[in-house]
């Protein structure tokens, strides 16, 4: 029962141009989600989170969308560019365990020159 | 400042073998938590530890066991290995207790093979 997910495994987008990654959820007990990157032989990095209170939270060139009725979250990324290249992570956090992070599968991100 | 840090960064063993992997949280975090990433497939939840007490357990079978010492790293050991088993185990570190705005950050990754 996969609560996190991440339908798209792989996105690419030309430098520059916007990237918008998306993750959907079904436990409408979670209350905090995160994004997080990593590249090859490292693990996760932390990148930017919002809390269910909020609709919208930005940090740079990066940007959360969370639409609750649709238990739906994006990230965007303005612009992108070719260091953004790395698998991105969806993870939530809910009332009942706040401290365990239920990851979606993850979304491959290549920025081309 | 290190961040969390994690040894070995790759083991073989054999099935039937046991393992343990180490974790080092950053300096001042009180918080381990562990992770199972199998190829294709996001982070699971395997422990958290706060303040030398677990926390919380994932879906994982006994045969995980993990513990917090006085300086606050963590050990995790696993029992009996399975094929099953080859993943990168991540562990992650938080101030207090890593819930919500609380960030868990990530060590490198322990990358076990079993054969």
């Known amino acids: 029962d996969q609560q996190v997910k991440q339908n798209s495994p792989s996105l690419s987008v030309q430098e520059g141009r916007i990237s918008i990654l998306n993750c959907d959820y079904t436990n409408s007990m979670f209350d905090y989600f995160l994004w997080y990157k990593k590249y090859p032989a490292e693990g996760p990095t932390f990148l930017i989170s919002?809390?269910?209170?909020?609709d919208k939270n930005e940090d740079g060139r990066f940007t959360v969308f969370l639409n609750k009725s649709a238990k739906h979250l994006s990230l965007h990324i303005v612009p992108s560019q070719p260091g953004d290249s790395a698998v991105y992570f969806c993870?939530?956090?809910?009332?009942?365990?706040?401290?365990?992070?239920?990851f979606g599968s993850g979304t491959r991100l290549l920025v081309r020159p | 400042d290190a961040g969390v840090t994690q040894s070995p960064t790759h083991l073989i063993k054999t099935r039937g073998q046991h393992v343990t992997l180490r974790c080092s949280p950053i300096?001042?975090?009180?918080?381990v938590s562990w992770y199972q990433q199998v190829l294709g497939q996001g982070p699971q939840f395997i422990f958290q530890?706060?303040?030398?007490?677990?926390?919380g357990r994932g879906n994982f079978p006994d045969r995980f066991s993990a513990r917090q010492f006085p300086n606050y790293s963590s050990e995790l050991n696993v029992n009996a290995l399975l094929l099953g088993d080859s993943a990168l185990y991540l562990c992650?570190?938080?101030?207090?207790?890593?819930?919500?705005?609380?960030?868990?950050?990530f060590g490198p990754g322990t990358r076990l093979t079993v054969l």
């Open positions: 530890y706060y303040e030398k007490e677990e926390r």
């Open positions: 300096s001042g975090h009180k918080s």
């Open positions: 992650a570190s938080s101030l207090r207790n890593g819930a919500g705005t609380d960030t868990q950050y």
């Open positions: 993870a939530a956090s809910g009332m009942d365990s706040s401290y365990k992070l239920i």
């Open positions: 919002i809390s269910s209170i909020k």
